[in-house]
């Protein structure tokens, strides 16, 4: 029996490259003036080939639509900047935070500052730690917090914004204010008791 193929090619989510030496100079207002989210990441300027050789200059641009779009719309689209051929995006988390090389150690670590949303876009989603990567973010708090004898949540909040506005701020501001409040006031607390004995 044969399977009838009904699949949708269609999706709400593409991603596309311009090249800033074949880009229209109004390339950012043609998109703008769609009107939908969309992400513009760092000018990749220093990503390597496996035999060394610096690749060309280029942005990664993420588009988030309302409805779906069909490759040929999306065709028209990156034909009025002279982007690539556009690409269904798997995963908008993981798009957003190559980007930056977020998860590629190995790779040229561009400022997570440098992304530019477009539209609306809110790239913050995109870029919060989540499971073992918060974690981990909060076992360096909790370092930092010991080591430096942090006795109020206010200077750890100080701290993050000042020097670690990227990654611990966000978890701070957004996730985990009651468990590190909680950290630093039981710290405290027994610190206290330990002097009183």
Known sequence: ?????????????????????????????????????????????????????????????????????????MCDITQNVNGTVPKKIENAKGMIRYF????NPEKYQYPLSD????????????????????????????????????TEFVDLARYAQQNRFDDWFPIIATQSTIYLNAYIRSKRHKERDKRDI
């Not at 269609?10 to 950012?28: G, L």
């Not at 009107?35 to 200059?57: C, M, Q, R, T, Y």
């Not at 930056?100 to 998860?103: E, I, R, S």
Request: glycine letters at 6%.
């Open 1 to 73: 029996m044969k399977a009838i193929e009904n699949k949708d090619e269609r999706t709400r989510n593409w991603t596309f490259v311009v090249y800033p030496e074949s880009a229209p100079k109004d390339w950012r207002s043609s998109l703008d003036g769609l009107h939908v989210p969309w992400v513009e990441s760092p000018l990749h300027d220093k990503d390597v080939n496996p035999d060394g050789e610096i690749k060309k200059a280029h942005w990664h641009i993420a588009m988030f639509f309302n409805s779906k779009k069909s490759y040929q719309q």
């Open 115 to 150: 992304i530019q949303a477009h539209g609306g876009a809110d790239i913050a989603k995109y870029l919060t730690a989540s499971g073992s990567d918060k974690l981990q973010l909060l076992s360096e708090m909790q370092e930092w917090i010991d080591k430096t004898g942090c």
């Open 100 to 103: 930056a090389h977020m998860d």
